[in-house]
């Protein structure tokens, strides 16, 4: 029954969001706060992860193909497959739901255990318009930073299979055109938009309706990461049977 009630309330807050707007003005400056603090800080440690972890996937792969009858242009078909459709979408999400989320649940939960969210409340102001519209909206700039993370992640790809000795950069650059289909780009792209509004509205759902003092602002964090990270691996089941069945 708890269960049922958080979705209940999490729905009702999505409703709230829009029902009395804060002020244009008001709201341009905290969006582009949200881009900075949820975006643009992001885009470090997304580099420094997809490049790396491309790099793994070549060497891996290479590693694995024993068989010379197998062509080594596999090598780069395989990196880019895995990177397009899973590395860059999910695994990044998941990333971030650790860095946003827990960033986003535990700024909007310190507000609630300081009373401010009751003050905006005092002064006219619907709190979830102004403290959660600005995150979505902010978010609806992940899909570019998914985009980096795909191009980041096949340069790693390369790099490591082209000096690491495993591919010639001929046979690498064959493979990552080999059969490629344009859909799995807008796959990827529509993935990352749901998951840029998974990462915006549960954090936030966390971080508004906690309870308690500075104790529960840490286990509510955690409670959102655990919990939004779960809901982005259910999505991204549900999507991949709706988008590529």
């Known amino acids: 029954m708890r269960y049922l009630h958080d979705i ?95 960033y986003i649940t535990s700024s909007i939960g310190t507000m609630r255990v300081t009373e401010q969210i009751d003050a905006l409340e005092v002064m006219g102001i619907n709190s979830l318009n102004y403290l959660v519209l600005p995150k979505i909206v902010a978010m609806l700039l992940y899909p570019f930073v998914i985009s980096i993370a795909m191009f980041v992640g096949i340069g790693g790809a390369y790099m490591a299979g082209v000096m690491g000795g495993f591919v010639a950069s001929d046979q690498f650059l064959e493979g990552l055109q080999n059969d490629f289909i344009p859909f799995h780009l807008a796959y990827a ?39 939004t990270s779960v809901i982005l691996i259910i999505a991204n089941y549900i999507l991949t049977q709706l988008l590529l069945s």
């Open 8 to 102: 209940g309330e999490y729905f009702i807050m999505l409703k709230d969001i829009f029902r009395r707007m804060t002020k244009p003005s008001v709201l341009k400056t905290l969006i582009f706060k949200e881009v900075d603090d949820l975006i643009i800080n992001s885009m470090g440690i997304v580099i420094f992860i997809s490049f790396f972890i491309g790099g793994v996937v070549t060497i891996q792969t290479a590693l694995n193909l024993n068989n010379p009858l197998i062509p080594k242009s596999l090598i780069g078909f395989t990196a880019r497959q895995s990177i397009i459709l899973e590395f860059a979408p999910t695994f990044i999400s998941i990333i971030m739901a650790g860095k946003v989320g827990s």
């Open 189 to 227: 792209f529509i993935k990352s938009f749901i998951f840029a509004l998974i990462l915006a509205t549960v954090p936030s759902y966390h971080g508004y309706y906690m309870k308690g003092g500075a104790l529960e602002v840490g286990q509510a964090s955690t409670t959102s990461f655990v919990w």
